[in-house]
């Protein structure tokens, strides 16, 4: 049997300070986002959705958005930030960002709990988002929520999903996001996914944004990659997950995911010994342990000396 082609590079896009803190009670302070932001950047991320101009009552750990683009900002890396509805735009444009991200459910009651609107309402707003960013010169990049199932509605219809995909595209954005946002995807599903939107419009680019919810969040970029999808979000130490949607848990884990691809001869360009560092920093940032797995056992060749345990004696 033949071995599948994949690519031979990918992005990631590190989604820790937004989705991977925006449920955390724990407030991570300005300058410590910033840091953590800064040794990301000096271990070879160059791409960060870095923070929500989303209302700061609905949540308040993203507040400061605007001190954080500002602090983080530089040549080589790009900055996008999601961005729900008109006010968010103006927000991200006045801080300067690099792309916007806007964002709606494939479901109906998903988008009702998360931006409080139907999904009507929430695209038709998009058209004017998307005139603030063409006369600020800035790209919008257009993400599915619940892309891949919705924990108050179930299935969720691959047809919905081109659909969105298809709007997105009619109002000029060039990259589509599935996001999984309660780990309903498997690997079938992408693949069927990422099928139908390139039949509905090859020019789109998708990314993929997986949690690792139900243990198959790795295997669905394994799917992605065969699908010849390069764009990833993950999120360091696995942090994350959706205030608005139940049981919702952490990204996939930005260190675990560069461990699988170095394994795999693809490149990322992030470092993962600095990664693993970084993400036993944000472990302290948010005052709890965090789900990642390289970030515990270390890479694959990491040895031990032969006292660290006790020899078996019967
Ligand atoms: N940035 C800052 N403030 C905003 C805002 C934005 N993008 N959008 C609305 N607001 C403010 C309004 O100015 C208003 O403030 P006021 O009461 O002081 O006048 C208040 O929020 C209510 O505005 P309204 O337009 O009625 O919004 P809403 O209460 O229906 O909430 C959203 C809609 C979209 C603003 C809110 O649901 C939200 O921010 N959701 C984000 C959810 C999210 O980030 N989910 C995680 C990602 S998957
Ligand atoms: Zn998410």
Redesign the pocket.
Known sequence: MNAPTLPSRVDIVEVGLR?GI?AEPVYVRTDEKIAIAKALIAAGVKHFEIS????????PQLADAAEVVAAVRQEGVTLSA????V??AE?AVEAGVDAMVV?MSASESHNLK????TREASMAGFAEVCRIAESAGIPVHGAI?TAFGCPFEGIVRVETIADIAKQYADLGMHTVTL?D?TGMATPPLVTERCRAILAARPDLEIALHFHNTRGVGLVCVYAGLIEGITRYESSIGGLGG???APNATGNISTEDLVYMLDEMGIESGVDLAAMIEIAKRAEKAVEHGLPGQLMKAGPRLRTYGMDSVRTAAG
């Not at 929500?52 to 949540?59: C, H, L, Q, Y």
């Open positions: 989705d925006q929500s101009f989303v209302s700061p009552r609905a949540v999601l961005v729900p509805n006010k968010g927000r964002f998360n931006v409080n609107r929520a996001g946002t959706c205030p608005f």
